[in-house]
Structures are given as structure tokens and as C-alpha cells.
């Protein structure tokens, strides 16, 4: 069975091609908060370099994230914490 880490990382490579994708389970840090399950895989952490990203706001590409993931947070998914940039903003962060 896959989880649901590997099917978020293959959904946003899908959507997004992009070339930098970093998914981390954060769940164990949620324990006991809204939308925490003992079994964990419900909140992730994001970091995603993109140069579909380019000329989005970060509303923006966030809403794209979540519409992209739109299956996985109807059957678990509780949070996300997103680093969405493009190839320029990840090299030159300032």
C-alpha cells in the first residue's frame, strides 16, 4: 500500500513538473490537535520549486496545491504547511 506521502509527492510532480519536491510527514508534531489521527499522514510539510509557479501570488499557487491534492484531503488529509517558489526565488531567497 502507498502512502499517502508518495501519493502526494506523485500528484504534485504530475501537476507541477517540478524540480525541487520535498513531502514531510509532520503528523507525529500534531498529536493530539484538530484533525490529528493516531495513525498520523495528516498534516505535511511542502516544500515544492516549480517554474509552474511563476507569476502566481502565493494565494495563488497554495490554491493550486490544495486543488491539485482536492481527494487526498477528502479522505484524511488535515494540513499543510507550504514552501512554494519558483527556480529564481529558490536560488536567490533575499
Known amino acids: ?3 499517502r506521502a508518495a501519493r502526494i509527492d506523485a500528484i504534485l510532480r504530475a501537476a ?5 519536491l520535498t513531502v514531510t510527514d509532520d503528523s507525529a508534531r500534531h498529536a493530539g ?3 490529528a489521527r493516531p495513525e498520523g499522514e495528516t498534516h505535511y ?3 515544492m ?3 509552474a509557479f511563476r ?5 495563488a499557487r497554495a490554491r493550486a496545491v490544495h486543488a491539485a491534492l482536492a481527494a ?13 517558489r519558483t527556480p529564481q ?5 533575499g
Open 49 to 51: 520549486v516549480a517554474d
Open 16 to 20: 507541477f513538473a517540478p524540480e525541487t
Open 33 to 35: 490537535h484538530a484533525g
Open 1 to 3: 500500500m502507498q502512502t
Open 45 to 47: 510539510h511542502i516544500l
Open 89 to 93: 526565488e529558490h536560488a536567490n531567497p
Open 55 to 59: 507569476g502566481q501570488s502565493r494565494v
Open 72 to 84: 487526498e484531503f477528502s479522505n484524511g488529509l488535515h494540513a499543510l504547511a507550504l514552501t512554494l
